[in-house]
């Protein structure tokens, strides 16, 4: 069961609190059924304001469950339930998911609450007073970047603030995100202790200690919003989809596509055997990491089919994608799974020996149409066709503002030193390897294979970074996953319990 905690919807900016809180004696006996049937009993502390300075009590706060037996060392399981950058309240641990698994397997379960790009609030008079330009009884937008980021960095910083008081180590925190969650879950392992959120956090009323964590699982992140939509024309532009397109809208993406290969030759990344990672060896290499996902399936017992590019060692019948989640196989048919009975499929005896990347990408579009061209920074075409992403880097007004030097000179607008700032602080590529900066040792960075949320590089990037500075990555492209996350939590929990136990 999903509970969300709410607190009401304040009309005014701020609350004055005295000082950051936790009361040990304050938690309340539960039981959850974990996904085995087993029952799971534990102390819930929740509503735990994690700044003084709360500027919108519906979100800035967390919740913290403790299984019966944890100790001060027992790893703390941080999950973030962003989505789409919007507003995501506190939460209770979900048995369908890691929250549930986290608790079950005896870690220290934290959902904080974050304001995102709609959570708003009516601004009175006192409120009013303190921020200029503000008006009484205006629209108060309280999320847009970089308040996610700052909201979450607070809730590390007081369960290190508490850290002696409360069960659960603040030195082995495992975060845990989706999509625009897993591009958070990245900034919290991407950025820790580094000065520039530091005065943003002090306005807040965060506690002052470090907001390093021990790892970060981040599913199919949405981050480098800035080069995104470069690499999604780059990746996806000759598909039938995109060749089908206006004039315009073509030109657009052999434009966009055109800017890829300098700002991936300009990241200097370099391949596991240390040869670079190139513009003109990149499509091998991501068509090596989706051979290398097939295969896995393959020897689990998936069926991979020939259908959409895929080359065999040795020829046999029979065509079906791999199951997601268990149960009935789809069968491929003119390209698109479709649910029937099972065909007679290959072996797992076989080797992918190749894959024809212009088959296999017009295979993922056709699971789910690309998105439109800027597939990030809208045109703004109209306020109806802003994107997430604009909304995003709008400010306390609630506009939708262009961050990309390509798309602010089609729609003749100026990007702000602040609107580049906010893009720096929600971008985690621009903090690994930086000095000033302590990185997350360990990471699990998952993207699905037929994802078209964002394009393979994306991830592939980060991924290739950290693991280029040293860092500990469990990278994949998922065979066969559209955009999702939390899934197979028997592979994430046994790496998980690898780490700490090396700690």
Known sequence: MFTILMGAT?????????????????????????????????TAYERLFYVTNVEDSTYQFLNVYVPDGATGQTPIFLRTYVGGYMASPAAQPQVGDATGRALKEGYVVVIPGTRGRNSTIIADKAYAKAHKGVKRGQTVYTGRAPKAILDLKAAIRYLRHFDKQMAGDAERIITDGTSAGGAVSALMGATGNNPEYAELLKAMGAADERDDVFASVCYCPIIDLEHADMAYEWLYGQTDSRQALDDTHKQMTKEFAALFPAYVNGLNLKKPDGSPLTADNYLDYLKNEIIRSAQIAKNAGADIPDSIGFSFSNSAGGIFAAPINGGMRPQMQGGHPRQGRPMRGRGTGEYIIDLDMQKYLNYVVSTQPLKGVPAFD???????????????FGDWTGNSVNFTDYTAQKNNTVITDAIRQNVRLLNPMNFIGDDKTTVAPHWYIRHGARDRDTAFPVPVNFATKLQNAGKDMNFLLTWNRPHSGDYALDELFGWIARIVSNK
Do not use: R
């Open 10 to 42: 304040l009309s005014v900016g701020a609350i004055a609190q005295n000082a950051l809180t936790f009361d040990v004696n304050a938690g309340v006996k539960s039981k959850m059924i974990a996904y085995d049937g087993s029952a799971v009993s534990y």
């Open 378 to 392: 809208s045109l703004i075409e109209g306020i109806n066709n802003a994107s997430g992403e604009n909304e995003e």
